[in-house]
């Protein structure tokens, strides 16, 4: 059984999150603290980034276990992601001729279900480095779709370019 942990350090505007896997080569991962949003609502979504990855990579997992998250922040978290979605256009037009990441990955109906999306993160890369277009259906029949929704709301927060 593999065993992951998570750390955090914070430098000079710079939040590193470290995941590391017992066995295998440390995962880092490393962004810029947009200076448009409150260091509040940041540290909440960091907070539910990494109380949704640790539980899924944790020997700890079952099925229809819930991760147990902060509902009040969930809700900031809601509460902000919808405003960056209603500042959106309902069509995309997405430059990925840009210089820093000419690709694009698509994803579609993960169905609540966290432990695919993790793994689809953990294979691809994180939304930080890697852009991701999700296509819809990203609740029921999985046990876990508000993990699933919070997990991609803080990613779309934290990384409004690379999440659409």
Same mark, same amino acid.
């Given at each position: 059984?593999?065993?992951?942990?998570?750390?955090?350090?914070? +430098?000079?505007?710079?939040?590193?999150?470290?995941?590391?896997?017992?066995?295998?080569?440390?995962?880092?991962?490393?962004?810029?603290?947009?200076?448009?949003?409150?260091?509040?609502?940041?540290?909440? /979504?960091?907070?539910?980034?990494?109380?949704?990855?640790?539980? /899924?990579?944790?020997?700890?997992?079952?099925?229809?276990?819930?991760?147990?998250?902060?509902?009040?922040?969930?809700?900031?978290?809601?509460?902000?992601?919808?405003?960056?979605?209603?500042?959106?256009?309902?069509?995309?037009?997405?430059?990925? +001729?840009?210089?820093? +990441?000419?690709?694009?990955?698509?994803?579609? #109906?993960?169905?609540?279900?966290?432990?695919?999306?993790?793994?689809?993160?953990?294979?691809?890369?994180?939304?930080?480095?890697?852009?991701?277009?999700?296509?819809? #259906?990203?609740? #029921?029949?999985?046990?876990?779709? /508000?993990?699933?929704?919070?997990?991609?709301?803080?990613?779309?927060?934290?990384?409004?370019?690379?999440?659409?």
């Amino acid at each position: 059984m593999e065993q992951k942990t998570m750390e955090q350090t914070e +430098n000079a505007g710079d939040i590193d999150i470290k995941i590391k896997e017992r066995g295998n080569s440390d995962l880092s991962i490393n962004f810029q603290i947009s200076k448009k949003l409150t260091m509040t609502i940041e540290r909440k /979504c960091l907070k539910a980034i990494e109380e949704i990855i640790t539980f /899924c990579s944790s020997g700890l997992r079952r099925p229809n276990y819930f991760v147990p998250f902060n509902v009040s922040d969930s809700y900031e978290i809601i509460k902000k992601a919808k405003e960056i979605l209603n500042q959106e256009r309902s069509v995309l037009q997405i430059d990925l +001729n840009s210089t820093e +990441n000419s690709s694009i990955n698509v994803v579609g #109906d993960i169905h609540g279900n966290i432990d695919i999306l993790v793994r689809i993160f953990s294979s691809e890369g994180y939304p930080s480095t890697t852009k991701y277009i999700f296509l819809g #259906d990203y609740i #029921d029949r999985g046990s876990n779709s /508000c993990e699933v929704l919070i997990l991609l709301y803080s990613y779309k927060i934290l990384f409004p370019n690379n999440v659409f």
